[in-house]
């Protein structure tokens, strides 16, 4: 029996994640507002969990609890991140590091769940998320925020990898080897998988990343490697 990450008799070494370690959580639905160039669609608001064997990770954490500014702008509907987290059977207690994607409000917040749980963000867009009206600063700065600071790529995990993209500053994708093949989280490096047709620069550093399928942050759909069964 081949063992996952070892290479005892010589052979190829298996990713020990599956792409059933991988799950889209659909937090919240939002109406995109008249500034927004999705404006007047209504799209959803989607985070990740990672089952590692090293422990969950989760990559970002949705739009955070009832807030008077979003509510009248965006219209959500939420769903709570620990309800959605013990669908897929976990828990916020199960979660060993969180991942953000970037800053903006609809990312992180969600992140107090996870106190003096490591969260790793580009130096970059920390910088960013300084300024007035990046996002709600609450999100960010809560008792017991443990942000670690990444610079350019980096591994985050075994099989696990941040890519700086495009959309903020310091915007992130993740990349995930698994034995269904390579899985990008975009994360909103583009808005939806329909921009991966459109040849732009984006997609095609999105492409270079050489991904089985990809996911998004506010699109439901995955896109899939053309001749890439569904997994
Ligand atoms: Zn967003």
Redesign the pocket.
């Known amino acids: 029996m081949e063992i996952a990450g070892s290479n005892p008799a010589g052979g190829t070494i298996r990713p020990m994640l599956s792409r059933n370690d991988v799950f889209v959580l659909h937090l919240a639905d939002l109406l995109f507002p008249s500034w927004h160039p999705r404006a007047g669609e209504t799209g959803p608001?989607n985070a990740f969990l990672i089952r590692h064997r090293d422990g969950d990770i989760i990559v970002d954490t949705g739009i955070g609890p009832a807030h008077q500014f979003i509510d009248k702008a965006y219209r959500p509907v939420r769903w709570p991140l620990p309800d959605v987290l013990s669908g897929v059977g976990a828990r916020p207690a199960s979660i060993s590091a969180v991942i953000n994607t970037h800053l903006?409000f609809?990312?992180c917040g969600g992140n107090s769940f996870f106190p003096g749980v490591p969260i790793f963000v580009q130096a970059a867009e920390l910088e960013a998320a300084t300024a007035a009206d990046y996002t709600i600063q609450e999100f960010v700065h809560f008792a017991g925020a443990r942000y670690k600071r990444v610079d350019g790529e980096a591994d985050i995990a075994p099989g696990i990898r941040v890519v700086p993209t495009p959309h903020t500053p310091g915007h992130q994708s993740v990349i995930i080897e698994t034995d269904g093949g390579r899985i990008v989280i975009a994360g909103?490096a583009l808005e939806t998988a329909d921009e991966m047709d459109n040849g732009g620069d984006t997609a095609a550093l999105l492409l270079s990343l050489a991904p089985a399928c990809m996911l998004f942050?506010?699109d439901d759909r995955v896109w899939r490697k053309p001749g890439q069964r569904a997994v």
């Open positions: 608001v903006h609809d990312h909103q942050s506010h």
